[in-house]
């Protein structure tokens, strides 16, 4: 009998010696912000070749003092089947987006990608097989407390170059820069400028 791939993708993250969520997002209140919706996505935002992967985002949302709007924060975290090397694939991918810029910053004592478009925030991170992205509300920033507990779930592999740290789970050339190639990525239909927000 063949084990599904989910169960060996939950078997290893408790191997790693993390309780992850079942669902890999965090399906509770944080902070100040409710927890509002789970979805499983199959078209994830950064494919790699040969490397299997499912997304799973959560929406968190908060009331302003005067209650007329609603703040929005939201995770998304994509299980690939596979570690090495993910970090420098997803790195290839952020150097060809064209409409962000993508800046090495230090967050809850962990290293992190931030996606700067002008209005939506983005941080970005690889844990081992898992590549964790965070948004927070347009014009204002990612909530802190959401940044704490996706990177206490989640612990950064990349170093302040925005690398995979050596010995990390996901260090290692990725398959453009194996081939000595510079390929036409493919940009995630979400993240192309003009895509709606």
Avoid at 162 to 171: D, I, K, Q, T
């Amino acid at each position: 009998m063949r084990t599904p791939p989910l169960v060996l993708l939950l078997l290893a993250g408790t191997a790693c010696g993390r309780d992850l969520p079942p669902r890999f997002v965090v399906e509770r209140d944080v902070g100040d912000f409710a927890y509002r919706r789970y979805q499983r996505v199959l078209d994830v935002e950064f494919p790699v070749p040969e490397n299997p992967a499912e997304g799973h985002t959560a929406t968190y949302v908060q009331r302003t003092r005067d209650g007329r709007d609603v703040i929005l924060a939201t995770a998304f975290v994509t299980v690939y089947e596979q570690a090495p090397s993910l970090s420098s694939e997803v790195r290839d991918r952020l150097d060809e987006l064209g409409s962000y810029d993508v800046v090495v910053e230090k967050n809850e004592g962990e290293w992190m990608w931030r996606l700067d478009s002008g209005e939506l925030p983005w941080l970005l991170w690889v844990s081992g097989r898992y590549l964790v992205k965070l948004g927070g509300p347009p014009g204002g920033a990612i909530p802190e407390e959401l940044v704490e507990t996706y990177a206490d779930l989640y612990p950064s592999d990349l170093n302040e170059h925005g690398r995979a740290r050596e010995g990390a789970a996901s260090h290692g050339a990725s398959a453009a820069s194996d081939e000595g190639e510079d390929p036409e990525l493919e940009m995630p239909s979400s993240l192309r400028e003009g895509a709606p927000q």
